[in-house]
């Protein structure tokens, strides 16, 4: 059992987890446009998750404590590296101008995590965009919509019309939607001069923020010029159950509830369009 435990929080701190939901959000886009699966850009999504994600996470830890890592960041550091050199293969799979396109975003997940601001605008020493009082949330949703959105279109000479801004848009707000739970969970750790939405609104008016953003993306699936039943019902689906994730957050809530099963919604919508 205990060794079952270790897995799966390896599979959770390794940052394989976020980029299966990552990847699943880059698939489900191309369904929607009619794209056939390009496993190129999809893997590339994959492996630059899990890269971006544990760089972010533990770059200071690795900067400043390198002699004594655990033996389980010492894995994920060397996890990394492999997921690295598959991603500079996939990477090399790719058309140039998808390839520009992922440097600005990989640029924003590099100032995201290095020291470079001026001192007034960060926190604890840092100097980076992590620590900007109320950014890391758009931040995120940012970088997600760009990398699930527009690469796999880019990559396949898609037309980028009202429609995939729409979608861009959804995107945009089911991720910030998504972190919610996660901003709520940390409301007593984190700094209060980060300026999370919690502390800033309150937990009772950051879930009522997220009931109305997800009404938002649902309404605006109806001035798509692509519109059917199926969509709507399987978006509906997809809208609720990430409602009731945010209903149901709060501070007492042990670490699975936002790293595996918000983390998890992707995936689930994944299936859901699949084989429903």
């Known amino acids: 059992m205990r060794l079952i435990k270790q897995l799966f929080d390896f599979y959770l701190n390794s940052s394989i987890h976020v980029a299966l939901a990552v990847y699943a959000l880059g698939w489900i886009t191309l369904i929607e446009f009619d794209v056939s699966y390009d496993e190129n850009i999809l893997y590339f999504i994959f492996f630059a ?6 760089f972010v996470k533990y770059f200071g830890i690795a900067k400043f404590h390198h002699r004594s890592l655990t033996d389980a960041l010492k894995m994920i550091q060397v996890f990394s590296f492999v997921c690295f050199i598959l991603l500079c293969y996939f990477a090399m799979q790719l058309q140039l ?36 009082s109320g950014l890391k949330v758009y931040v995120i949703s940012l970088v997600w919509t760009g990398v699930v959105v527009f ?13 995939v801004y729409i979608t861009a848009f959804q995107r945009f707000v089911f ?7 996660f901003e709520i969970r940390d409301l007593e750790f984190d700094n209060l001069k980060l300026a999370t939405i919690p502390q800033k ?12 953003l997800l009404l938002l993306l649902f309404v605006a699936e109806f001035f798509k010029d692509e519109l059917s039943s199926e969509s709507l019902t399987k978006t509906l ?10 209903v149901f957050a709060n501070k007492k809530r042990n670490r699975y509830y936002s790293s595996f099963w918000v983390e998890s919604i992707p995936i689930i919508w994944l299936l859901i369009i699949l084989f429903c």
Do not use: E, H, W
């Open 49 to 54: 998750t899990i890269t971006g994600y544990n």
């Open 97 to 132: 101008k998808t390839s520009i396109s992922i440097g600005v975003f990989g640029l924003i997940t590099f100032l995201y995590a290095i020291p470079f601001l001026p001192k007034k605008f960060y926190l604890n020493n840092q100097q980076n965009l992590r620590d900007v």
């Open 151 to 163: 690469l796999p279109l880019i990559n396949n000479d898609f037309g980028i019309n009202a429609d």
């Open 175 to 181: 991720v910030f939607v998504l972190m919610l739970p």
């Open 201 to 212: 609104i309150g937990v009772k008016y950051t879930k009522i923020m997220g009931i109305f």
């Open 237 to 246: 689906i997809i809208v609720l159950i990430t409602l009731c994730f945010v």
